[in-house]
């Protein structure tokens, strides 16, 4: 059982930045894929970004690739997910993952409980 728990949402002016965290339970955090999802109202929840257990590598939505910047620091057992030149688009809420494979589909056993990130324009 892994608990996932972010912070860091808010509400930013188009062109700030926000950093989320992602605390998680459990002494085998750095065997897990980390990863954060968003889900926009009325839209489905979407991938974000994803990062191994040894951050070695790294995943991320296309579009937000340059903007956004997902690290971990398994000493702390946090994942962060950077986030700049936000837009109101970006607007979601941002969910937390966890689960020990990745892949190009990624469906994660394990999520929090969302933090609410809203730009304004």
């Known amino acids: 059982q892994v608990l996932l728990v972010e912070s860091g949402g808010g509400l930013v002016q188009a062109g700030g930045s926000l950093r989320l965290s992602c605390a998680a339970s459990g002494r085998t955090f750095s065997s897990y894929v980390m990863g954060w999802f968003r889900q926009a109202p009325g839209k489905e929840r979407e991938f974000v970004a994803a990062?191994?257990?040894?951050?070695?590598?790294?995943y991320y939505l296309e579009s937000l690739k340059g903007r956004f910047t997902i690290s971990r620091d398994n000493a702390k057992n946090t994942v962060y997910l950077q986030m700049n030149s936000l837009k109101p688009e970006d607007t979601a809420v941002y969910y937390c993952?966890?689960?020990?494979?990745?892949?190009?589909?990624?469906?994660?056993?394990?999520w929090g409980q969302g933090t609410q990130v809203t730009v304004s324009s």
């Open positions: 993952a966890a689960d020990r494979y990745y892949s190009g589909s990624w469906n994660p056993r394990y």
């Open positions: 990062i191994r257990s040894t951050g070695d590598s790294v």
